[in-house]
């Protein structure tokens, strides 16, 4: 596509349920990357895929935390037993190679909201 | 561990006014530096970036930044700001040695400008 797609958009979602949030990188990127976005906070970063793989997930905040990518394409983060602490905004940003000359495309993001 | 400091986190100014960013980072070795802007209710877009050459890098909207390797640094400038500049803007880093393009961002500097 012609941007990194993200969805949903918005999620309310009970303590203790599980969610799952997905993005769709554009086409041909082999980089994909996490990151949460909480309120008067930075951007963390959570987890890097080099196609399929994840060479770098030091940032998944706990085990409840888990992603995959499939396909070399789209990629879904699943937070399980979710927590009020895990309300925020979570990007994904995708780009063509993991060389740190590219720069990244953000998704609109999916903003996580545990009542 | 690699961090990015931006020491402004609210900057108010009126149009016209002059505006200076501040963002520090600490790491020894080359390094690529970028700005990202965020609008309100958009996604996160990318303003400029730097990876070598000449130290003042010009962007889109009139935006430049000067990358002070002495003083680890990378300040974003624009001249004469407009209330459509009202946004939050990161600055980020990452290693040039860095195989896996992970950005690390500062906190955002939220810009109101005042018609």
């Known amino acids: 596509g012609a941007g990194v797609s993200q969805s949903p958009s918005n999620k309310v979602t009970e303590k203790g349920k599980d969610v799952e949030l997905r993005c769709d990188p554009i086409?041909?990127?082999?980089?994909l990357y996490w990151y949460r976005q909480s309120l008067g906070q930075g951007l963390e970063f959570l987890i890097y895929?080099?196609?399929?793989?994840?060479?770098?997930k030091s940032g998944l905040p706990s085990d409840r935390f888990s992603a995959e990518r499939t396909g070399g394409s789209v990629s879904t983060l699943t937070i399980q037993r979710t927590q009020q602490e895990d309300s925020a905004v979570y990007l994904c940003?995708?780009?063509?190679?993991?060389?740190?000359?590219?720069?990244?495309?953000f998704g609109s993001g999916t903003r996580l909201t545990v009542v | 561990a690699q961090s990015v400091s931006q020491h402004n986190h609210h900057v108010i100014l009126s149009e016209a006014a002059s505006l200076e960013l501040g963002c520090n980072y600490s790491?020894?070795?080359?390094?690529?530096l970028f700005w990202y802007v965020q609008y309100p209710g958009q996604h996160l877009q990318l303003l400029l970036k730097y990876f070598s050459g000449d130290p003042l890098v010009k962007g889109i909207k009139g935006f430049e930044a000067e990358f002070i390797k002495s003083k680890f640094s990378f300040n974003l400038r624009k001249p004469s700001v407009q209330w459509s500049d009202t946004a939050e803007y990161f600055c980020a880093v990452v290693p040039g040695s860095s195989n896996t393009g992970k950005l690390i961002f500062g906190q955002g500097t939220t810009l109101q400008v005042k018609p």
């Open positions: 895929f080099q196609g399929n793989s994840a060479p770098d």
């Open positions: 086409s041909g990127h082999t980089a």
């Open positions: 940003a995708s780009s063509p190679h993991s060389t740190s000359n590219y720069g990244y495309t």
């Open positions: 790491y020894g070795g080359t390094v690529n």
